[in-house]
């Protein structure tokens, strides 16, 4: 299992930003797949998940609304889109394969919230 993330900066609150993951070494469209984070000096928050087939999403109360989940099963590629972003989102976002915080995840790409 490989998955590498790509796409965090530095944003103002109110921004937006678009990450992505990129999975290799297992069938990515039989997976469900999640994005975890963790702010500094906290533990592993999981933030959300998508169904294999794309058809579902779950998230946490305090992203929704904010951050949409997505897959393209043809690229293999996970995505979270994530808007008007407050202060408390900073944290290195993970993608992790299945459900939860548990799975296999990449080297995490950070995301800093300031003004």
């Known amino acids: 299992v490989q998955l590498v993330e790509s796409g965090g900066g530095q944003v103002q609150p109110g921004g937006s930003l678009r990450l992505s993951c990129v999975a290799s070494g297992f069938t990515f469209s039989l997976y469900a797949m999640s994005w975890v984070r963790q702010a500094p000096g906290k533990g592993l928050e999981w933030v959300g998940s998508?169904?294999?087939?794309?058809?579902?999403?779950y998230s946490i109360e305090s992203v929704k609304g904010r951050f949409d989940i997505s897959r393209d099963n043809a690229r293999n590629t996970l995505y979270l889109q994530m808007n008007n972003l407050k202060i408390e989102d900073t944290a290195v976002y993970y993608c992790s394969q299945n459900v939860g915080t548990t799975g296999p995840r990449g080297p995490g790409t950070q995301v800093t919230v300031t003004s």
């Open positions: 998508i169904l294999q087939d794309g058809s579902d999403t």
